[in-house]
T-cell receptor, first 113, second 116 residues
Framework: AQSVTQPDIHITVSEGASLELRCNYS??????LFWYVQSPGQGLQLLLK??????LVQGIKGFEAEFKRSQSSFNLRKPSVHWSDAAEYFC???????????FGAGTTVTVRA | GAGVSQSPSNKVTEKGKDVELRCDPI?????LYWYRQSLGQGLEFLIY????????KSGLPSDRFSAERTGGSVSTLTIQRTQQEDSAVYLC??????????????FGDGTRLSIL
């Protein structure tokens, strides 16, 4: 069955430390891949997307993600987190020729001082 | 520029009442989507509009849910005879186009619906 998995429900990280959020997908062909962030009471903001080409993509707010076809993964990273990065992060996919976003369950990030 | 606008931001209503949620997409975006975010189910697709094509209603959970899009712009999601399980955040998104090409979807801040 097609699915998007975010294995970590909650991650706590110290301010200034690095952050990595995991995402794995199970689809017949590589879908379009996205990461969104949601702050409390807000909608979803697009951080970055992968369609094809360079497997390391840069996004907003200093985030980057690496696509690994062999592992069916699209992990999100940030070298140094800020307190404002505390939020919920969603990995999402759209299969080719489709339009419906399928989301992972989300990872909540807490940043401690 | 202006993003996706949703109203109301919060809605509290009694079980059995009808509610209407509104979405105003980004100007020039031909595709419009509704999703529901609830504690038990996560983020779920509800309905998709693309231009003048027939909408994809495959994600609507029951016939109490309906949606329309007038003039290819503003959309209204209506829930009739609300039930407590309808309590959720309803998110609207729009994109430049729909299927194929993986156009990123841009989301509004949502309507938080609470059924008493």
């Amino acid at each position: 069955a097609q699915s998007v998995t975010q294995p970590d429900i909650h991650i706590t990280v110290s301010e200034g430390a690095s952050l990595e959020l995991r995402c794995n997908y199970s689809y017949g062909a590589t879908p379009y891949l996205f990461w969104y962030v949601q702050s409390p009471g807000q909608g979803l903001q697009l951080l970055l997307k992968y369609f094809s080409g360079d497997t390391l993509v840069q996004g907003i707010k200093g985030f980057e993600a690496e696509f690994k076809r062999s592992q069916s993964s699209f992990n999100l990273r940030k070298p140094s987190v800020h307190w404002s990065d505390a939020a919920e992060y969603f990995c999402a996919v759209v299969p080719w020729e489709d339009y419906k976003l399928s989301f992972g369950a989300g990872t909540t990030v807490t940043v401690r001082a | 520029g202006a993003g996706v606008s949703q109203s109301p931001s919060n809605k509290v209503t009694e079980k059995g009442k009808d509610v209407e949620l509104r979405c105003d997409p980004i100007s020039g975006h031909t595709a419009l989507y509704w999703y529901r975010q609830s504690l038990g189910q996560g983020l779920e697709f509800l309905i998709y509009f693309q231009g003048n094509s027939a909408p994809d209603k495959s994600g609507l959970p029951s016939d109490r849910f309906s949606a329309e899009r007038t003039g290819g712009s503003v959309s209204t999601l209506t829930i009739q005879r609300t039930q407590q399980e309808d309590s959720a955040v309803y998110l609207c998104a729009s994109s430049l186009s729909g299927a194929g090409g993986g156009q990123p979807q841009h989301f509004g801040d949502g309507t938080r619906l609470s059924i008493l």
